[in-house]
């Protein structure tokens, strides 16, 4: 499976960025997908997944109520985020991660992506 992400960029806090990602090559029949992220200095984090069909959903605490994860109807090998009220502290590398169901991305996905990087300006 290959998991390529895109729209990182530079944004002022209190802005707003969406990313997207989109799974390729074999997969599950269905497959959750989700986002983690690397500060700098700092580990890993998962950030929010999504199940295929859209209806199951999981967000970190930091990023509760601020950001969305969401799947494409047409083409659910599609899963996007949607940041609004970025903070400096989101500033980091966004992975997009992909597995057979929400509970192992949020734990060990077995797919990543290789990332894209946001960062937050105070």
């Known amino acids: 499976v290959q998991l390529q992400a895109s729209g990182g960029g530079l944004v002022q806090a209190g802005g707003s960025l969406k990313l997207s990602c989109t799974a390729s090559g074999r997969t599950y029949t269905t497959y959750a997908m989700g986002w983690f992220r690397q500060a700098p200095g700092k580990e890993r984090e998962f950030v929010a997944t999504i199940s295929w069909g859209g209806a199951t959903t999981y967000y970190a605490d930091p990023v509760k109520g601020r950001f969305a994860i969401s799947r494409d109807n047409a083409d659910r090998s599609t899963v996007y985020l949607q940041m609004n009220s970025l903070k400096p502290g989101d500033t980091g590398v966004y992975y997009c991660?992909?597995?057979?169901?929400?509970?192992?991305?949020?734990?060990?996905?077995?797919?990543w992506g290789p990332g894209t990087l946001v960062t937050v300006s105070s």
């Open positions: 991660a992909a597995g057979s169901e929400t509970q192992q991305v949020r734990t060990t996905p077995p797919f």
